[in-house]
């Protein structure tokens, strides 16, 4: 199969699920953040309240891609889960990098990595479990 890493104990690592996974989780992302830039500019919320936001966006985002990867690799859904967690969070910190300048890593950007691939172990073993 194009685009499949055979394994020596016939697994097979198919790099299209982990993109689909991410495009997925990153197009949800999009799709959140406009419905929550349209509530916060029409609505009295407040921008205090986007911190939360955009953990709560991050979080379902990851969740979703995860549950996908896994559903679709039906293998280690915890594994898969966390490799999608930890390549969503490596990617936002890689563009932050580039488009802000005064971007710096900080402990809440630790904080970030670790949710990410909690959620990504959660929704991995939640995908795993769909049938």
Avoid: C
Avoid at 100 to 127: A, F, N, Q, W
């Amino acid at each position: 199969m194009k685009g499949s890493i055979t394994r020596g104990t016939g697994d097979t690592f198919n790099i299209w699920v982990y993109g689909k996974g991410l495009i997925r989780g990153y197009v949800l992302s999009l799709i959140l953040f406009l419905l929550s830039g349209i509530l916060i500019t029409y609505t009295s919320l407040g921008e205090g309240i986007i911190p939360i936001l955009t953990s709560v966006i991050m979080i379902l985002s990851i969740a979703y891609a995860s549950i996908y990867t896994a559903v679709h690799t039906k293998k280690r859904g915890w594994l898969q889960g966390a490799v999608i967690g930890l390549i969503y969070i490596l990617i936002l910190i890689i563009f932050s990098k580039v488009f802000i300048t005064d971007y710096i890593i900080d402990t809440s950007v630790y904080y970030r990595v670790i949710i990410g691939i909690v959620t990504g172990v959660i929704g991995g073993m939640i995908g795993i479990n769909l049938k």
